[in-house]
């Protein structure tokens, strides 16, 4: 919270306080003040960050395939089965699709699925887009270089 130095001063002269004091604590006051204004300002600027899914490919198939995969990130509840997301995801496009918005631009396709629909659509079918932008899939091949 922060507190106005006027407040201060005439809380300070509210409770009788020496004017020399109140004088010493307002100075305080407002040389704490200068101090944390240039600690925030040395601050570096906020890093944008992105989204990278890094998928499991022991055997190399994805590799084998030499082109770049993107994908979105998604939650569904733990008891759920994943294999049902994309049917989930269907769903949620047909209730989107009979709204009056829907019906003047209608889904056609997952990007747009996860661009446009609300969130609230989603929350009724129990699922959570994460990224709105599809992400770039990495393969791996679950080991660690060694240099």
């Keep these: ?3 106005d130095i006027e407040l201060v001063k005439n809380t300070l002269l509210r409770a009788n306080i020496d004017l020399q004091i109140t004088t ?3 100075q305080d006051l407002m040389f704490e003040a200068r101090v944390r204004k240039e600690e925030f300002e040395e601050k570096e600027p906020k890093t944008k960050k992105q989204f990278v899914v890094i998928v499991n490919d022991p055997y190399g198939k994805i590799q084998e395939l030499d082109c770049d995969f993107q994908g979105w ?3 569904i509840p733990e008891d759920q089965s ?3 997301v994309l049917q989930k995801i269907h769903n949620a496009i047909s209730d989107f699709n009979i709204t009056p918005k829907g019906r003047k631009m209608p889904i056609k396709d997952i990007t747009n699925a996860c661009w446009y629909i609300s969130e609230k659509i989603f929350k009724e079918h129990k699922i959570w887009v994460k990224t709105k932008q599809p992400v770039l ?3 791996s091949a679950n080991k660690i270089l060694k240099n």
């Design 73 to 75: 990130i998604v939650q």
């Design 1 to 3: 919270m922060k507190i």
């Design 82 to 84: 994943e294999r049902r």
């Design 137 to 139: 899939l990495i393969p």
């Design 24 to 26: 010493q604590i307002l």
